[in-house]
């Protein structure tokens, strides 16, 4: 083999891996937030979570992205690791469909893709028109890639050294490992298969080696898993850990499987007989397919397995117990009255856990010793966040009963104090960035400054303590308490600020704690106004609705 085409090797798998990426970016770009809402919108429903998973995959011809997007879910609270499980599962169905297509011979019509892929791409104004055009550039280089590989790959059937390397894969547990480190190399499961395929039509690989290095090839697709989890919190890394023990189950069952029963080799080497890219093709479907109708009834064992590897810490056993509705279950069978009830415990029970975050925040940023406080916070807000879009959700359901005109006004306010609730938890998850920035950066606040920030911190803890009992009580004659203290954090914020810009011009604090400062003052009035939104909430309710 020459070194020109060595080069032409490389150069047709880059473009394949090139063309796949770009073909990926813009099936993901073309469908917008849509993938991403379809996922949100996964139940507890095991096969539907399975279907989503399949569905997505095959729109954005990557399971690594489907993957990710699941991580990303999970870290936030938007999904559980069950849930998850189902989707990742369709996943790894999903991403066979790029080797079936791989599997007809296109390249001669490749140069056609090629043009009219860049054509849409270059010079159309529309960005979903530009988005189709790159699926079809990328496509078109998928296709000149493959055969770019087949044409550099002729001379390897005559090298010694090719050959003795292929003589080692050979042994199922050999090619399951270089399935899996070549995977892990491309970070693509696809595109391994897709090569193995160009190396099997050539005469370079059997199909019964083929076999194998699908099999490893699934275990090292989730390489990308692992690396994009790092940046995330525990709850991401669980999820990493799923996709890892599914695959890993999934390769044992299938190697103990065909090596009782060969003859499911055989079946499907029959269904496509002559056509070894076919072959290899079916066998990636046919082997996602099975595993997950095995391994799906296992689901919990799974999670309950990446519990066990990343143990759950005491905020995270709390923060599952918080997020989910205790009050507003089921209620689109209740009476109108009964219903508006269950609302109003529903959003004071959010109002109670934001409040808390917000005094856990508080009390971190005054003393950075405790970390476990900091993480406790941040898993809180995820908590929150979770609850208001269940509640917000519930909330519009109730208007599909039968509510009076004043229920219905009653109902509005209740949304926004939800919002308002969610906002309070934000504040206390800038506190703690604050802290952070105090803690790491070694940013200087004077002990008066502290001390000014602290005073007007319990003023806010206080107003918002006096707003909720207006709102969940409807104790309107201490509306009046809960203005005059919001009134006054509004002077703190004026006069405290203008003390510390006094202070930095004595450089008794440096720049970046005066900007801390400033930035705390302005999320602690801003909490104030949030308290007295919930307090002024149901305010007039009864002359809004003339009754």
Known sequence: MTIWEVISLLGGVGLFLYGMTLMSTGLKNAAGDQMRGILEKVTGNRLAAVAIGILVTM???????????????????????????????????????????????????????LFIGAVMNLFMKKNLVKNIGAVILGFGMLFVGIGLIK??????????????????????LTAVLFGVLFTALLQSSSSSVVIFQAFAVEGLLTYQQCV???????IGSVMPNFLASLTTGRSGKRTALLNLYFNLARACVLLLLISIFPVILEF???????????????THSFFAIFAVAIMLPFAPLLVRLSELTIPLQESETRAQEEQRLVYLVNVEKSVPAVAMKQALLEVNRMGRIARYNLKDALDYFFD??????????????????????????????????????????????????????????????????FAEKIKNAGAVISDIAMQELKTM???????????????????FDRLPEAEALEQRVDDMQEQFIQNHVERLMKENCDPLGGVIFTDMCTDLERCSDQAINIATALVGIDSHTGR
């Open 151 to 172: 044409t550099s790959i002729v001379p390897l059937s005559g090298s010694p050294t090719f050959i003795s390397l292929i003589a080692g894969l050979s042994h199922p």
């Open 59 to 113: 729109l954005i011809q990557s399971s690594s992205a489907t993957d990710m997007m699941v991580i990303g879910f999970v870290s936030s609270g938007l999904m559980t690791l069950l849930q998850a499980v189902g989707v990742i599962m369709g996943a790894n169905i999903g991403t066979t469909i790029t080797a079936q297509i791989t599997a007809f011979n296109l390249t001669a019509f490749a140069p056609f893709l």
């Open 457 to 475: 911190a319990d003023e806010v803890l206080a107003t918002l303590d006096i707003s909720m009992q207006v709102f969940e009580e409807e104790r």
């Open 268 to 282: 499907i080497q029959k269904l496509s007989p002559n056509d070894i890219a076919r072959q290899v093709a079916n």
């Open 212 to 218: 194998y290095l699908v099999i490893g090839a699934a």
């Open 368 to 433: 950075r010793s405790n970390t476990e406080l900091a993480e406790k916070v941040l898993v809180t807000e995820k908590t929150v966040d979770y609850l208001d879009h269940a509640i917000t959700d519930k909330l519009v359901t109730l208007r599909s009963l039968q509510l009076s005109e004043r229920d219905l006004f009653r109902l509005s306010k209740l949304m926004r104090v939800t919002s308002n609730f969610e906002r309070i938890s934000d504040h206390a998850e800038n506190i703690i960035e």
